[in-house]
């Protein structure tokens, strides 16, 4: 009888083992998939992002640096003769998570190029592997490369706008109000028309941080807790001039992403810049989403905002 209660435990205590090794492996896996997902198709069936054909028409991947995540999608405006004015897309996904595959909408790579525009979406490094000073350094040298292949891409080089979305939408305006991201690229505010970013929530980095919430712990992992890093990544706190010229901020109804628009749409505006608050329905969590998803589709309220927006800058 003692030998199979000691038989039996050891099987306890290796099947424990095992769980916890398929739980740990679980989370592993869960974490390289966030930040870089896999698709996987059924026998005989092509892929490479989920995509219909007509979104993958003419589209080219470039890279814009050494490491794999530095590399954009761009696609080729229609029914335009000679160059054309650039959208280049910046993905949310907290700084540290999300990609150009899986953090946009299935509209806008159709949309954009249809309205007779070049349309790119980014791949930039992630924390914490890098800081967000990278990542916004990795926006401007994404807009640099596309610069420097616009003769073969088609882009008229006076006439780009940066969008981003959530944390993408915070370090569109960053890049858009602080020039040093840019000068280091050889490139200045003069050199973008006009910045969209999308619901976002940390114009002012100090604030939202002290606000607290169920995101206060990805702001830390982001930002730190020094106050004079969290001001200096703070896109409200650069406001003054030069800044790129026009600012639009589409919001749903989340009361930090109201708040956080108004307060940097004010100082924009004192500063003489042109700064435009664009409100939408949505809640929570889905409204985030929603708000980025459906851009694009010509029957969702945004689209035809953002097309006025970039119809004006372009002109």
Do not use: C
């Amino acid at each position: 009888m003692a030998r199979i209660r000691v038989r039996r435990r050891r099987r306890a205590i290796v099947a424990a083992v095992l769980v916890v090794l398929v739980v740990v492996g679980l989370l592993v896996v869960g974490r390289v998939l966030r930040r870089h997902p896999v698709v996987v198709a059924a026998p005989g069936v092509t892929i490479g992002t989920a995509e219909s054909p007509a979104q993958q028409t003419g589209k080219r991947t470039i890279a814009y640096g050494s490491s794999p995540d530095q590399v954009y999608d761009v696609w080729p405006a229609q029914s335009v003769s000679g160059s054309a004015p650039l959208v280049m897309f910046v993905h949310g996904g907290g700084w540290t998570s999300g990609s150009k595959d899986t953090a946009s909408g299935p509209y806008a790579s159709t949309h954009f190029p249809q309205q007779g525009y070049v349309y790119a979406s980014i791949n930039y490094r992630l924390v914490p592997s890098v800081t967000v000073e990278d990542e916004a350094s990795d926006v401007a040298a994404a807009l640099r490369s596309l610069l420097d292949h616009a003769v073969e891409l088609g882009i008229d080089p006076g006439r780009v706008v940066i969008m981003g979305h959530s944390a993408g939408a915070h370090l569109v305006a960053l890049v858009g109000t602080d020039e040093s991201y840019l000068a280091a690229v050889g490139l200045s505010e003069s050199s973008v028309r006009g910045v969209i970013a999308i619901d976002g929530a940390a114009y002012d980095v100090p604030t939202q941080i002290a606000a607290g919430g169920i995101m206060h712990d990805r702001y830390l992992e982001a930002f730190g807790a020094d106050l004079v890093r969290q001001q200096a990544l703070s896109p409200t706190a650069h406001a003054a001039s030069p800044n790129a010229p026009a600012f639009l901020l589409p919001h749903v109804q989340r009361p930090d992403g109201i708040a956080q628009a108004a307060e940097l749409a004010a100082a924009l505006t004192q500063a003489g810049t042109s700064a435009e608050e664009a409100s939408f329905p949505g809640t929570g969590l889905a409204g985030h989403a929603e708000i980025n998803r459906r851009l694009g589709d010509p029957t969702y309220a945004e689209t035809p905002v953002v097309d006025t927006f970039l119809a004006k800058v372009f002109a």
